[in-house]
């Protein structure tokens, strides 16, 4: 069974802060990898996509990537209240050029 | 805007009474899928489709079927509709190049 494990939260952190949501997979044959934000009642939404180990950052999200431990993280730095919401990783399952794995997702609140 | 749409946004429908939620996307994707989300739980594939081809997830229950009639629209019936299947019904796309999914905006459905 391929898992996907995220800690449930809430994370909480105050405005301005970095919130650190932390992935790991069970799927060494995952190449490519997703957090999706996901808004109460709406649906998900894709705000980075990393496939290298290392970092890549995009405005206030830094996505971190280590294949040999299998770990994936994201980084929002100047945290705002509007971030609050539930955070999914998604690894892209290894047998498939397509098909993601996701996670249950960490609840991220932001503190005014 | 290349987008994926989905109809009704709102479905209440009666303890066994059969039901339909559609899907349609305008970003020319090959592969359309259907997930079931319940409350703070991680997305659940039920099936999706790749250009034609149907593959069914093995834990999806026989209640529920897809018909994709061409390559823009995607259908889920729900046979009898029970108490448990009450959730978030999701829609989402991709390529066949493994760039992440796009989602429609959900179907919540409330079976009364």
């Known amino acids: 069974q391929k898992e996907v494990e995220q800690n449930s939260g809430p994370l909480s952190v105050p405005e301005g802060a970095i919130a650190s949501l932390n992935c790991t997979y069970s799927?060494?044959?995952?190449?490519?990898f997703f957090w999706y934000r996901q808004y109460s009642g709406k649906s998900p939404e894709l705000i980075m996509s990393i496939y290298s180990n290392g970092d890549k950052e995009d405005g206030r999200f830094t996505a971190q990537l280590n294949k040999a431990s299998q770990y994936v993280s994201l980084l929002i730095r100047d945290s705002q209240p509007s971030d609050s919401a539930t955070y999914l990783c998604a690894p892209q399952e290894g047998d498939s050029s397509y098909k993601l794995i996701f996670g249950s997702g960490t609840r991220l609140l932001v503190r005014p | 805007d290349a987008m994926v749409i989905q109809n009704p946004r709102y479905q209440v429908t009666q303890f066994g009474k059969p039901v339909t939620l559609s899907c349609s996307q305008t970003l020319n994707h090959n592969v359309m899928y259907w997930y079931q989300q319940k409350s703070s739980q991680a997305p659940k594939l039920l099936f999706h489709y790749y250009d034609k081809d149907f593959n069914n997830e093995a834990d999806t229950p026989d209640n529920f079927q897809s018909r994709r009639p061409n390559t823009s629209f995607c259908f889920l019936d729900i046979r009898s509709p029970g108490l448990g299947d009450a959730a978030m019904y999701l829609c989402a796309t991709s390529s066949r190049t493994g760039t992440g999914y796009t989602f429609g905006s959900g179907t919540r459905l409330t079976v009364v």
């Open positions: 799927d060494r044959g995952s190449q490519s």
